[in-house]
C-alpha cells in the first residue's frame, strides 16, 4: 500500500522540500472546490436506536451531556471539542451500574473539533489509483504506508521546533502569551472515516454505541461519505504545553523537510 500526496509541481517535497501543515479551520475557508469542506472537523448525526439497545453508563453519559444525566456520573469521559445533544425520544427500559438499556429511541448529536494541525494524503493500492483524484492537481509524491508512523514522528518533530524558534523570533504560531512548559506534540494518523448522517444502532448492528463514539471521539477523523473517493489518510497534531492543549493562531505552517525527501517515491 502506499500513501499518495496530490499536489502542484512546485509543492512537491522532492522539488521544494518542505510540507506544509494546514488547520480544520482553514480547510473550511480554503479556495480550491476540489478540497474545500465547510464544515471540516464538524458533524451532525440523527442517531436512532432500534428495538432494545444496551449502551455502556459511560457512553450514555457522555452522548447526551447537557440534554440528561445520571446520579453518580461525574466520572463520565471528556471528550476533545464541543458536543451537545437533543434528544427526540428516550425510553429507558433497565440497567444497571455499568449498562443503561433503552428502547426506540432517538437523538441528533452534534460534534466540532478542536482547530488543530492537519497532513491529509490518500491511501492507494498503486501509484496510478492517486491519478485524478483532485483534478487541480498536476502532480503527486508517494511514500509506503510502512513510513507513516515515521512520518508522524517526524513532523511533529519538525513542527515542535517551529512552535518554539517562532515563539523566540516573534513569528508565533500558538498564542505568546502561554508559557511553553513541557511543550509536546501529539500525532494521530488513521484512515478518515465516512459516516452518514443517520446512524442506525440495533441489538443485531454490528455498529454499536461502542463503535458510534470511538469514531466521534475525534472529529478530524470524520468526513460525510461524499468525499470518500480521496481516500483520505490523515496525520491530526495536538499542541499541549503542561496539561493545555494550544489552538494555532495562524492557518498553516510550512515546514523544512529536507531530510525526508529520501522518503519520498
Known amino acids: 500500500m502506499l500513501l499518495a500526496k496530490n499536489c502542484f509541481t512546485k509543492d512537491n517535497l522532492k522539488t521544494r522540500k518542505t510540507i506544509k501543515l494546514g488547520t480544520l479551520y482553514e480547510y473550511r475557508k480554503i479556495e480550491s472546490a476540489q478540497i474545500v469542506d465547510k464544515d471540516e472537523g464538524k458533524y451532525s448525526f440523527l442517531l436512532k436506536f432500534d428495538g432494545t439497545v444496551e449502551i455502556e453508563r459511560r457512553w450514555f453519559s457522555l452522548m447526551f451531556q447537557g440534554a440528561i444525566g445520571l446520579g453518580g456520573d461525574e466520572h463520565h469521559p471528556r471528550i476533545p471539542g464541543a458536543m451537545s445533544a437533543a434528544i427526540h425520544k428516550l425510553e429507558m427500559?433497565?440497567?444497571?451500574?455499568?449498562?443503561?438499556?433503552?428502547?426506540?429511541?432517538?437523538?441528533?448529536?452534534?460534534?466540532?473539533?478542536l482547530n488543530g494541525f492537519i497532513f491529509c494524503m490518500s491511501q492507494v493500492r498503486k501509484f496510478r489509483d492517486a491519478v485524478g483524484l483532485f483534478p487541480d492537481y498536476d502532480d503527486c509524491w508517494y511514500m509506503t504506508t510502512t513510513k507513516a508512523h515515521d512520518l508522524g514522528v517526524a513532523l511533529s518533530i519538525l513542527l515542535r521546533?517551529?512552535?518554539?524558534?517562532?515563539?523566540?523570533?516573534?513569528?508565533?504560531?500558538?498564542?505568546?502569551?502561554?508559557?511553553?512548559?513541557?511543550?509536546?506534540?501529539?500525532?494521530?494518523?488513521?484512515l478518515v472515516s465516512y459516516l452518514g448522517r443517520e446512524i442506525h444502532i440495533?441489538?443485531?448492528?454490528?455498529?454499536?454505541?461502542?463503535?458510534?463514539?470511538?469514531?466521534?471521539?475525534d472529529m478530524a477523523f470524520v468526513k460525510p461519505p461524499s468525499f470518500l473517493a480521496e481516500k483520505e489518510y490523515r496525520f491530526s497534531f495536538t499542541v499541549v504545553a503542561g496539561d493545555r492543549i494550544l489552538i494555532p493562531t495562524v492557518d498553516n505552517v510550512v515546514l523544512n523537510a529536507e531530510h525526508l525527501v529520501d522518503w519520498a517515491i
Do not use: Y
Not at 438499556?101 to 437523538?107: G, I, L, M, Q, Y
Open 93 to 113: 427500559v433497565g440497567g444497571d451500574e455499568q449498562i443503561i438499556k433503552v428502547r426506540n429511541s432517538s437523538a441528533s448529536i452534534q460534534r466540532e473539533a
Open 161 to 190: 521546533d517551529r512552535i518554539t524558534s517562532g515563539r523566540h523570533s516573534g513569528n508565533h504560531i500558538v498564542d505568546p502569551n502561554i508559557p511553553l512548559v513541557n511543550l509536546s506534540i501529539h500525532c494521530r494518523h488513521e
Open 202 to 217: 440495533s441489538d443485531t448492528s454490528v455498529f454499536t454505541a461502542d463503535h458510534f463514539m470511538d469514531k466521534i471521539w
